[in-house]
């Protein structure tokens, strides 16, 4: 799910992986410090607790009429993976080519307190669910590398989730899949196994009577932020995955590199 934290603006900053990303407004932002590269973020909009504005997602274009179908869009990368593919991909997704309900933002609260003690909320407003492209009728979920995920996410003024985000968005979802493994192994990256996939995750969720823009969580593994890709240059952070009972099959780990993506 893409996440963006509505509660509070605030400046971000994350480890730039070797690509100059773009923010929302298409300027190159990167400085450079003796640690890492990083990237400053412009602030994050402001909204209600407890809302998601629609205005939050004015950063994605509408789809085109004459956009492609799912179907043409998977036969042209269907001999394709890695960043090859994600370009491909990216490039559908970035000019609108998404689901309606994927526009509508869901509200995820988190209670806490500050460093200074103080009590505070915050509101992520997230996807309902993951990154899809294609029509309301016929879309298909899309794994992405971390440069792709975080171009996309940056595009649309959004954010991708740290693992404590994953958790609370699994905590909150109106309803859990569960999780449906298949058999690992080099496939594992093709195109043809994340269709398949998806095509497990959509019987799954019209067997449970889910209604499109219904937040669910189960059925994918994250990419994630993480301090550890400060020091890990060139690596994708990736967990969640969680069963009915809330824990994670998929603990984080960063032992892929930045352009890996599976089902």
């Not at 450079?32 to 407890?50: C, I, S």
């Not at 593919?85 to 000019?95: G, N, Q, T």
Request: glycine share 6%; charged share 25%; with cysteine.
């Amino acid at each position: 799910n893409l996440d963006l934290a509505v509660a509070k603006a605030f400046p971000r900053t994350r480890p730039d992986f070797a690509d100059p990303l773009k923010s929302a407004r298409g300027t190159s932002v990167a400085t450079k410090t003796k640690r890492t590269m990083t990237v400053e973020m412009p602030p994050l909009k402001t909204a209600r607790l407890g809302t998601c504005a629609n205005t939050l997602t004015a950063s994605i274009p509408p789809r085109a009429k004459n956009a492609r179908d799912i179907r043409t869009i998977l036969a042209d990368v269907e001999n394709l993976e890695g960043a090859e593919r994600d370009r491909k991909l990216e490039k559908e997704v970035l000019m609108g080519n998404i689901p309606d309900f994927l526009r509508k933002l869901v509200p995820v609260q988190i209670s806490g307190k500050t460093r200074d003690g103080r009590n505070t909320e915050i509101v992520l407003c997230v996807t309902p669910d993951y990154i899809a492209a294609g029509s309301n009728s016929e879309f298909v979920r899309l794994p992405f590398g971390l440069k792709s995920a975080m171009r996309i996410a940056d595009r649309f003024n959004m954010e991708l989730p740290t693992t404590r985000m994953v958790d609370h968005i699994f905590a909150t979802a109106e309803l859990h899949l569960a999780p449906s493994p298949m058999k690992p192994g080099d496939a594992m990256r093709t195109t043809k196994y994340f269709r398949i996939h998806n095509d497990k995750v959509e019987k799954q969720r019209r067997q449970a009577g889910a209604k499109d823009g219904m937040l669910i969580a189960g059925q994918k593994k994250d990419v994630v932020l993480t301090e550890r890709l400060f020091n890990q240059q060139g690596r994708v952070a990736i967990y969640g995955w969680h069963r009915s009972n809330g824990r994670p099959i998929q603990p984080l780990s960063t032992v892929h590199g930045a352009s890996y993506a599976d089902y």
